[in-house]
């Protein structure tokens, strides 16, 4: 298909400064989808507002997801429901009937590249284009402190700045390595702790691989090695030896629940979801609608549930929840079936007890399997595809470190992100709200649980910007009126 404007003058990467203006009255932390989404907001609110985005690692376009991808990597939700701002949910779909006249259609799944090429035009249009004071930044935020009615933060650099207010837009840090504690000397270069790291395809293609781990990152990497041409066999490992399970085929019937059908605890839950698809078989409808009609309750769901339910839920129904919820495209995965079937993938249920070197510079792995069965490995590269961390409070993360150490933020009982109260407001260690600094993105999956897909981190920008914007001055200039802010959000500029 043809990507005739994918990059052009408004699509391509953006630039990124290494210097950091000392005057600013917003500071963004993290360059990626929330964080961006957040700061155009806050321009739609408070017009003029002098705001500072600073990442640490820019990609071409927003976030890993949609800036470390390649070409053959498709969205996992379909076009329709991926604009990037809560009041124009359409959004995306009108750009694409812009740039890609009758290419796309409302349920098709757009390759991943096209969507950050979108968000790159949407940060010229509306920050560049229409003339706001938004500097972007490459840097890392290394410590935050509140002072008075400001908030001084400190960068890797050295360089320090003042500004009245910060929002954290961070991410979820990368989990401990799996071969930490079983690497008996294993090549450096056969680890591959980070895939999209510069190097990490670069190896004998005719090399065995093997990635551990069996989510959506796995399958992403398979794709990028299947279209490298890779000629070896590729090995797959995970505790649950499960893929994600396919969307389903476009017009099948949506389920409703009411809230209250939803009480309880989650194995209750689980036999309510269990009978609603029992009830629709006769009707020859699938299990998909009934899981997506849990999202609209995901938050008040988890958030009723009491400490140990949650904890329950996480280990034993987290990763079955994890491959209905997060799904892949059915033509990426008849893929996958296909490499499958033709003897050149294989997926196995287990984990690795150990890694060390073998000959040719690559790494030899042991698998022990369901049932006690080992298996040794000789592979050019072990790469690394087992998610974020599952404990925030054990992340080496500078900044998070920090944050919790000095009593600024505060995390939820099982630490999977730090706390905040509705309006995204950080909780401080003494359970106080902070109202100049927000906390937007996955960091917010211990209060909120559903906290990845843009439709839920949208709206957390929106209401993100309400609370950050009560606490800055008037706006220097018109606020956007409501006509002209349906164009805003659609990608139009307004200069």
Known sequence: MPMRTRWNERTAPLEWDDELALDVDLLVVGGGFSGLATAMMVTVERPGTRI??????????????????????????????????????????SWLSREEPAEFR???????????????????????????????????????????????????????????????ALGLPCGRAPWAGVDEGAPPSALVEDPWSVGAFDFDRDADVLIIGSG??????????????????????????????????????PH???????????????????????????????WAAVVDALRPHATSVWRAWSG?????????????????????????????????????????????????????????ATLEGAGGVTVELDVGRVFNCTG?????????????????????ASTDAEGLGLSADDSGRLIDAAGRPEPRLGLV??????????????????????????????????????IVAAGARANVTSGRSES
């Not at 410590?143 to 320090?160: K, M, Y």
């Not at 649980?449 to 001055?473: C, D, M, N």
Request: one cysteine or more; aromatic letters at 4%.
């Open 52 to 93: 500072a985005i600073v990442e640490r690692s820019p990609l071409p376009a927003p976030g890993i997801a949609f800036g470390a991808c390649e070409a053959p990597h498709l969205l996992n939700v379909p076009a329709g429901r991926m604009g990037a701002f809560a009041d124009d949910p359409a959004g995306f779909l």
């Open 106 to 168: 409302e349920n098709d799944f757009v390759p991943r590249t096209l969507y950050g090429a979108y968000l790159n035009a949407l940060v010229r249009d509306r920050i560049r284009g229409g003339g706001e004071s938004v500097a972007l930044v490459r840097g890392e935020v290394t410590r935050i402190r509140r002072v008075d009615d400001a908030v001084e933060a400190a960068l890797r650099s050295g360089q320090e700045v003042t500004t009245r207010a910060a929002v954290l």
């Open 216 to 253: 959506l990152t796995a399958i992403d990497v398979v794709i990028a090695l299947v279209r490298r041409a890779h000629r070896g066999h590729i090995s797959l490992i995970s505790r649950n030896g499960r893929w994600p399970l396919p969307h389903p085929p476009p017009g099948e019937a």
């Open 256 to 286: 409703v629940f009411a809230r209250d059908e939803l009480e309880g605890p989650p194995r209750k839950v689980l036999r309510t979801v269990r009978s609603a698809i029992a009830a629709r078989k006769p009707m020859n409808q699938g």
């Open 308 to 364: 140990g339910e949650r904890r329950r839920f996480l280990a034993r129904l987290r990763p079955l929840w994890e491959i209905h919820r997060h799904r892949v495209p059915r033509p990426v995965l008849a893929e996958i079936e296909a490499l499958r079937a033709n003897g050149r993938l294989s997926l196995i249920q287990g984990r690795m007890a150990r890694v060390g070197p073998a000959r040719a510079g690559r790494a030899r």
């Open 388 to 408: 974020p961390v599952r404990n925030v409070r054990e992340s080496p993360d500078i900044l998070l470190q920090d944050l919790l150490s000095s009593g600024i």
């Open 441 to 478: 993105g996955a960091l917010r999956r211990g209060d909120l649980w559903e906290s990845t897909a843009v439709p839920e981190l949208r709206e957390q920008a929106r209401i993100a910007a309400l609370a950050i914007t009560s606490v800055l001055p008037p706006s220097p200039l018109p």
